[in-house]
């Protein structure tokens, strides 16, 4: 997937962090911490990303797990600020691309059930719905539906 000209998405770094860690905590009711990303960034399966526009400002990131050929998104987060804009849409097309690329078969991913925005992103990128995870997320008891997608 071609990336805008002004947007460029590059390997997560430590460096990267207390940005990632603002979106995230923008994001979601119970966001990771510090550690959990630096966990992610030295974990050999899983591959982080940032999206940075030109004035190198992180507006988004994406963390997905690639074992053989099994992937599975963890996180994939835009800063409210920069939201309708196709930036997550760039980011789910990279994890496509690098999925696909690094040999993989089949993305999975868990969603909230209330989370429409991101569950219509996903359904145009061809993912189904094939399971429930009931009461998934603690804080909340929701359920997540379960997503895959089957690359051939």
Not at 33 to 50: A, G, M
Not at 104 to 119: D, M, P, Q
Request: charged content about 20%.
């Amino acid at each position: 997937m071609a990336v805008e000209p002004h947007v460029r998405i590059e390997k997560m770094n430590d460096q990267d962090i207390d940005e990632v860690l603002a979106i995230e905590q923008l994001s979601f009711p119970v966001p990771w911490n510090r550690q959990l990303f630096k966990q992610e960034i030295r974990n050999p399966y899983s591959r982080s990303y940032v999206l940075r526009i030109s004035s190198g400002t992180v507006t988004g990131y994406l963390i997905f797990w690639l074992v053989m050929d099994e992937a599975h998104i963890l996180n994939i987060a835009v800063h409210p600020g920069y939201r309708s804009l196709g930036f997550g849409n760039m980011l789910m097309g990279f994890a496509m691309d690098q999925i696909e690329t690094g040999g993989g078969k089949t993305i999975t991913l868990e969603v909230r059930r209330s989370n429409s925005v991101a569950i219509s992103m996903y359904r145009k990128f061809g993912f189904t719905s094939v399971g429930i995870r009931k009461n998934y997320y603690v804080s909340s008891n929701e359920d997540a539906l379960i997503m895959e997608k089957k690359l051939f």
